[in-house]
């Protein structure tokens, strides 16, 4: 008797297992029926039969048998891959892309033969491409999470198969900066850079990020990495410089540049930044001589012509006011400072010039000209701006 009840449970178990491959074969029926019906234009149908697909494809993963099968994972990751694509199922299936990645990785991680893994690759790419195409339609239409989620999707599919999405990365990191979701923009960006994708807008973003949430620190830290990669980058320079101005550290920053300039003396843009850094420690005799540097370097380095133009400016409206304070009976005395004025003032002139000369567009450049050389009492210049003035 006992064998007998042995031999029934053994059957009983053979008939298990069997349906349990039974429902494994009607879920892959179920959804090539659907994929037909979605061919066809009858969706109310193709969800029908996916709907039964799930019914059938779960009892299957949770079978020690069925559950160890690379097949059945793989008919499962296009099930739920198919219902993440219909916008109707989303609400019964809010989880569908989650179940097709976890499917996939797990019908990867069975296939120990490599049997399947064309199939499984082919199904993942054909998941990706349909994710790219959806993320990009989100991002054209300012729907910046739907896409950062797309995009980031990808990035777990890629996984699967070995390969590092950096395009997704840095579409999400795009996506993230546009819809203001910073931090998740930082960490999409700096992946890029250290795999050397799009590294210096990469770095530069990051730091300007930061900055502006005041992690100044964190940015600082970026900016020091970027400017080892790239340092040649005048973005990179410029925005780094902009992190220690608007975190008050001058010291600091005025180390970093000298070491930096000193290091690319031919760097023009190296120069203005130490320049600034100089003038805002109050050490003007410094910046000049780094705004000088610079201007050796590119004569048409705008900025350093405006600089020093402003540098000598201010200094002879400082030295003008101090001659005014001297008393009225020490004639000679005002004489000599208005005239040490007078020179500084004509120190301002030429750089003035050069800068309106590279920049037209900037009409307060000629207010300043025109005040200079009314100080100057030099009638045909002041005559020449004001007419430029006036034109305009």
């Known amino acids: 008797m006992k064998k007998l009840s042995l031999i029934i449970l053994a059957l009983f178990v053979v008939a298990f297992v069997s349906a ?13 029926h659907a ?32 559950k160890l099968k690379s097949k059945t994972w793989r008919y499962r990751g296009n099930i739920y891959s198919m219902i993440a694509g219909i916008e109707s199922m989303d609400e019964e299936f809010p989880d569908a892309t989650d179940k097709a990645i976890e499917s996939y990785r797990k019908a990867m991680e069975l296939d120990t033969k490599g049997s399947y893994k064309d199939d499984i690759t082919q199904s993942i790419v054909a998941m990706y491409n349909s ?8 991002y054209s239409a300012q729907e910046y999470e739907k896409a950062i989620y797309y995009f980031e999707t990808n990035q777990q599919l890629y ?46 973003k990051s730091i300007n990020l930061l900055s502006g949430q005041e992690k100044y620190d964190e940015a600082i830290e970026v900016s020091k990495a970027a400017r080892i990669k790239f340092p040649e980058s005048q973005a990179i320079i410029i925005s780094q410089l ?16 000298e070491q930096a300039a000193n290091e690319s003396p031919d760097d023009a843009n190296m120069w203005f930044a130490l320049g600034v ?70 120190l301002a002139v030429p750089y003035f010039e050069k800068s309106y000369t590279l920049k ?26 004001k007419e430029l003035i006036e034109g305009n």
């Open 35 to 66: 994929s037909t019906e979605l061919a066809g234009g009858d969706l109310e149908a193709a969800v029908k039969d996916l709907r039964e697909a799930t019914v059938n494809i779960e009892p299957a993963i949770a079978n020690e048998k069925t």
């Open 131 to 138: 994710g790219l195409q959806l993320g990009v339609e989100a």
């Open 277 to 346: 850094v100089k003038e805002n420690l109050d050490k003007k005799d410094e910046a000049v001589a780094a705004y000088v540097k610079s201007l050796e370097v590119d004569p048409d380095f705008y900025n350093s012509n405006m600089n020093l133009a402003i540098l000598y400016f201010s200094k002879a409206s400082d030295m003008i006011n101090a001659a005014n304070e001297i008393p009225v009976n020490e004639i000679d005395k005002y004489e000599a400072a208005k005239a040490d004025a007078m020179e500084q003032l004509k």
């Open 242 to 257: 902009n992190v220690y101005l608007k975190a008050d550290k001058y010291e600091e920053a005025e180390i970093e540049l």
């Open 159 to 204: 996984d699967i198969i070995g390969l590092v999405d950096t395009m997704g990365i840095y579409n999400a990191g795009l996506a993230a900066d546009h819809g203001g979701f910073n931090d998740k923009a930082v960490e999409n960006y700096l992946k890029c850079a250290d795999m050397g994708y799009e590294g210096e807008y990469c770095y530069n």
């Open 20 to 32: 349990q491959s039974s429902k494994v074969n009607s879920a892959y029926a179920n959804y090539n």
């Open 360 to 385: 037209p567009e900037n009409k307060n450049v000629l207010l300043d000209l025109k005040e200079a050389y009314g100080q100057l009492n030099d009638t045909e210049n002041y005559n020449r701006v």
